[in-house]
């Protein structure tokens, strides 16, 4: 009895952390749009890692949700002038983790990725490939 008690708190637990993480969707949703069951919301705050303990707290969630050789995309890019990344309000970024000799790939490698291979610093890539990317939502 005692054990079923346990597994059903267990389930219950279970149940309210998805409970929790839906209507903080919904929230986000109230500013943001539903298209086909997803919530989409624009926020040119903040596009990239700012910091270093934003970086690891974003590779160490790359890792455990998609792989530990995972590269997700930072939405930074030098498309406008070579050799300067910006996020994608146009503004120039402040912080940058890249794997020395990167960015290395000139006018042909103009986004970066947070590389899981390389320990969650970046890379810069062809931004034509396909990779896994990151939304953030300002939730305070």
């Known amino acids: 009895a005692l054990e079923d008690l346990q597994q059903q708190i ?3 637990v279970v149940e309210l952390n ?3 993480e839906q209507q903080a969707l919904q929230t986000v949703c109230l500013r943001g749009t539903k ?4 919530c989409f919301l624009v926020d040119i705050v903040k596009n990239t890692p700012l910091s270093s303990d934003e970086n690891t707290r974003l590779y160490d969630y790359m890792r ?3 792989g530990p050789d995972a590269e997700i995309w930072l939405g930074i890019n030098d498309m406008q002038t070579e050799g300067v990344w910006m996020d994608q309000a146009g503004s120039n970024i402040r912080y940058k ?3 020395l000799p990167q960015p290395d790939g000139s006018s042909a490698e103009n986004c970066a990725v947070l590389s899981g291979s390389s320990g969650g610093k970046w890379l810069d890539e062809n931004c034509r490939e396909e990779r896994a ?3 953030e939502f300002n939730i305070a």
């Open 133 to 135: 990317s990151v939304c």
């Open 64 to 66: 455990q949700s998609i």
């Open 10 to 12: 267990n389930d219950i």
């Open 18 to 20: 998805l409970l929790k």
């Open 97 to 99: 983790n890249w794997k």
């Open 35 to 38: 298209i086909s069951g997803k």
